[in-house]
């Protein structure tokens, strides 16, 4: 999963899916 420079451009799935990897 490629990390993006801002933690406001992701998505809340997106988020709790890096948060479970």
Do not use: A, C, G
């Not at 999963?1 to 990897?21: A, C, G, H, P, Q």
């Amino acid at each position: 999963m490629k990390l993006k420079e801002n933690i406001s451009d992701y998505t809340e799935s997106e988020f709790i899916d890096f948060l479970r990897v």
